[in-house]
């Protein structure tokens, strides 16, 4: 099938930056979008960032103007700069890959493992 390696996460203080990474490889034939989505505790998975293979990007509200998502097609990577980092920013972040496996296949999403990311003092 596919994997998605994730790396890049950490604690960092508040104000600082972090660029996590996501890896997709496998039987993948073709991308329609990547993206990053958070969890944190007690709280429902949100959007963070979404990129297509157009190059077309979209965001949360609350990281617009703070993270970049961008995407290395011929790596099938894609990395989320995150800047000015806040407390509430602080949870699980997960690769998101929407794919497809062939001509044929109408499309498949798979996530990674998450990455932690922590901001406190």
């Known amino acids: 099938q596919v994997q998605l390696v994730e790396s890049g996460g950490g604690l960092v203080q508040p104000g600082g930056s972090l660029r996590p990474s996501c890896a997709a490889s496998g039987n993948i034939f073709s991308i329609y979008a990547m993206g990053w989505y958070r969890q944190a505790p007690g709280m429902q998975r949100e959007l963070v960032a979404t990129?297509?293979?157009?190059?077309?990007?979209n965001y949360a509200n609350s990281v617009k103007g703070r993270f970049t998502i961008s995407r290395d097609n011929a790596k099938n990577t894609i990395y989320l700069q995150m800047n000015s980092l806040k407390p509430e920013d602080t949870a699980i972040y997960y690769c998101?890959?929407?794919?497809?496996?062939?001509?044929?296949?109408?499309?498949?999403?798979?996530w990674g493992q998450g990455t932690q990311v922590t901001v406190s003092s």
């Open positions: 990129i297509t293979s157009g190059g077309n990007t």
């Open positions: 998101n890959l929407n794919w497809h496996s062939s001509f044929l296949d109408p499309g498949k999403t798979s």
